[in-house]
């Protein structure tokens, strides 16, 4: 039983570790190195095909040190990034832009993967939404 009660825990602590937010998100990168996102998840809800989905992600330095985004991937060569290219001073907000080319019809989950400088984990970002053939809402319907 301690066993089992043992392994829930851990994976009750992994599961939301990882979890992707609507809310912002504070990461402690250490050395000075604080920054707060405005979410971690963009929920674009129904999306008309053939019209790219843009999604902002904005991220605060709430730390004494600057944040420099050294890397934007996005997971697949639907999702096209933009990102401030200039360190992000204390105190200063920057973003990370994904927008996504909603080509094919269905659920699509993505992720942005951004690597800041002297931060051993990257911050992953993601877009969800449902791409639809005819007539949907406006492409920043979500959130």
């Known amino acids: ?11 009750a602590i992994a599961a939301t570790s990882f979890a992707q937010s609507t809310d912002p998100v504070k990461v402690d990168g250490g050395n000075g190195i604080m920054m707060e996102w405005s979410s971690t998840m963009h929920k674009f809800g129904d999306i008309p095909k053939d019209v790219p989905a843009p999604a902002e992600f904005k991220v605060k330095n709430i730390g ?10 996005p997971g697949c060569g639907c999702t096209t990034p933009a990102y401030t290219q200039q360190p992000i001073l204390p105190g200063e907000t920057g973003y990370v832009k994904g927008t996504y ?16 400088k002297d931060v051993a984990d990257p911050v992953m970002l993601y877009l969800s939404g449902t791409v639809l053939e005819g007539e949907a809402a406006p492409a920043n319907g979500g959130k």
Do not use: D, H, W, Y
């Open 1 to 11: 039983m301690k066993i089992v009660s043992t392994f829930l825990l851990f994976f």
């Open 101 to 116: 080319n909603a080509k094919n019809a269905g659920a699509f989950n993505k992720n942005i993967t951004v690597r800041v």
């Open 64 to 73: 004494s040190q600057p944040i420099i985004l050294e890397e934007v991937r």
